[in-house]
């Protein structure tokens, strides 16, 4: 692990942004972090507690997956990310599909479905409960104009421990019925939130240098500061390690004259795949 640690903080010494992650060796339960407890914004990463928050309401009865929900012109309006503002509204989908949507493709139009169903307080509500103190949810969908240099509190706001903490909990959850009971869900819901995040369609950052049949559960982020992404990585379906990185003060345009946002993609995809090469095989002989 010392190896690896000393590699990740290479590659993230070497950009001119700030640059904070957090990795579990699923193999052998080690963790480490490179400012990990610092906040960075969050962008989409924040939708996974925002799922989990939902599937919490769910089980508790408060909420049907099945519900049916009219797509509005007024839910297109500002929305920036996804695929259903190029649509036309009219047509009706469930909460179960609105969520999928919002994972999947990161789609606003059905995040704005999904948190007219769930208050930030009951998201802010399950973050708290289940240790992650370093977030806050402060706005449905982030506004279209937010300049480059907003502040922190202006966005929702997340550390790379506490998205860690978060995978970590439901993939343990996924087997164990009282990890899943401390996320307020089943360990049904738990699976069902894994299988949810390896549909996952945007792969341009942790996922982008590993290999294309490689099974990653995860969320990614497009923010005005920077990019972020987290998730689980699976090899030959068995969790291997889980990794969050989150990149800040990332300058639009690099030394080298490309895009700053082509370096912050790279730099997540190189921090997972030093961990995909650094860390042995899940069981023998695989």
Not at 15 to 38: C, E, F, I, M
Not at 119 to 142: A, Q
């Amino acid at each position: 692990m010392e190896a690896l640690v000393a590699r990740l903080n290479q590659i993230c010494d070497e950009q001119p942004y700030v640059t904070s992650w957090y990795v579990k060796n699923l193999v052998t339960g080690q963790q480490a972090d490179r400012g990990g407890h610092v906040a960075f914004p969050s962008g989409s990463t924040r939708k996974t507690s925002i799922m989990m928050a939902v599937l919490r309401m769910v089980n508790r009865g408060q909420l049907d997956l099945n519900e049916s929900i009219l797509y509005e012109e007024r839910l297109r309006e500002g929305v920036v990310s996804g695929t259903f503002k190029f649509l036309t509204p009219g047509f009706s989908i469930s909460l179960r599909d609105a969520l999928v949507q919002m994972i999947i493709v990161s789609d606003n139009v059905c995040t704005r479905m999904v948190l007219e169903r769930i208050g930030l307080d009951e998201i802010n509500d399950f973050c708290r409960s289940i240790g992650m103190f370093d977030t806050v949810h402060r706005t449905s969908v982030p506004r279209p104009d937010m300049p480059s240099d907003h502040k922190l509190d202006e966005v929702t706001v997340i550390s790379a421990c506490d998205q860690g903490l978060l995978y970590d909990l439901i993939l343990q959850g996924s087997s164990d019925p009282k990890v899943a009971d401390r996320l307020g869900c089943t360990t049904e819901q738990c699976a069902f939130a894994i299988e949810v995040l390896s549909w996952q369609k945007l792969r341009t950052k942790i996922a982008s240098l590993l290999p294309s049949d490689a099974k990653v559960a995860h969320k990614g982020g497009t923010g005005k500061r920077g990019r972020m992404d987290g998730g689980i990585v699976f090899r030959n379906n068995l969790p291997l390690f889980i990794i969050t990185g989150y990149t800040d003060q990332v300058p639009v345009v690099m030394p080298d004259g490309m895009p700053g946002y082509v370096s912050a993609f790279n730099t997540l995809g190189r921090l997972a795949r030093a961990c995909w090469d650094g860390i042995a095989d899940p069981a023998p002989g695989a």
